[in-house]
């Protein structure tokens, strides 16, 4: 049984919008302490406050002046979040238009929350202000481009940690387009390297210089990322798990698990706990 909220990107009143806004008072509302799972990106700038968000089993604290992104697919759950205020900024994957924002936004390993240091939080502050004003104006008095424009210039501002570093490299940069595609079917860091035209050795050494590990240990990672969302979110036996992510069978998959994390994938299950 899913006991994940699967959640769909609405606008409200404005069907071309791709770029939507919410006060944490809204958030408060809408919010029952379940976990959700969205096709959109969640952008969560805070003002003041103290609170939590998890996301993929990692807590992250809402404090002043720092960030969450949590971006499509990735599990979360909002926590103690009775006295945060701020906004929060929901945007489908196509909505930033410079070449740099929409790499950023396509990565599938986001950074997931930082501090914005004193210096650069006027002009986030102000970005993010001249977003919230064009974003709630009338369907007819604008472009519906000035909000992604406006979005643009914040998650410029924001500037999320790595984000240059990881993005500038162009043989990580396909491989982990490839891992994000195909890592349900392929599992051989040879694959990814014949698919992209590379040695392996000069694959695995572009992934090391960014992540600090192997290309296999890359794709193990996001294997293990997504077994642990089968497993403590969706509920699958390791049988499931084994099916879904492309593993021979049940026994196959429980080693890879075991030898990755150290736990059984039925002892991970039991341990986790989806309120």
Not at 182 to 200: I, M, V
Request: charged content about 25%; overall charge neutral.
């Amino acid at each position: 049984m899913t006991v994940i909220r699967q959640m769909t990107y609405q606008p409200v009143g404005r069907r071309a919008a791709a770029v939507e806004t919410m006060t944490f008072d809204r958030l408060r509302e809408l919010n029952d302490g379940g976990t959700q799972r969205a096709d959109f990106h969640v952008l969560a700038v805070v003002d003041a406050g103290h609170g939590s968000v998890t996301v993929d089993f990692l807590r992250h604290p809402l404090e002043k002046r720092s960030v969450t992104w949590v971006a499509p697919g990735a599990v979360h759950r909002w926590d103690d979040i009775a006295d945060v205020t701020g906004h929060l900024v929901l945007f489908v994957p196509t909505a930033p238009v410079t070449h740099a924002t929409r790499e950023l936004v396509a990565s599938p390993d986001l950074v997931a929350h930082w501090r914005i240091p004193d210096a650069d939080w006027p002009f986030v502050d102000t970005a993010r202000d001249h977003l919230l004003l064009e974003a709630t104006a009338e369907p007819g008095d604008v472009s519906t481009e000035v909000p992604e424009i406006l979005l643009s210039a914040l998650i410029a501002r924001l500037r999320p940690p790595r984000a240059e570093e990881r993005s500038a490299h162009p043989v990580f940069r396909l491989f982990r387009s490839g891992v994000e595609a195909h890592f349900r079917e392929h599992h051989d860091a040879g694959y990814y390297a014949r698919a992209l035209g590379y040695a392996p050795r000069t694959l695995s050494r572009a992934v090391q210089q960014v992540t600090g590990r192997t290309a296999k240990a890359y794709i193990v990672d996001r294997l293990v990322l997504e077994a642990k969302r089968l497993l403590a979110y969706d509920r699958l036996t390791a049988a499931g798990c084994a099916h879904a992510l492309g593993f021979p069978d049940a026994s196959n998959f429980s080693v890879f698990f075991l030898k990755a994390t150290g736990m059984r994938p039925g002892a991970w299950q039991a341990w986790t706990t989806v309120e």
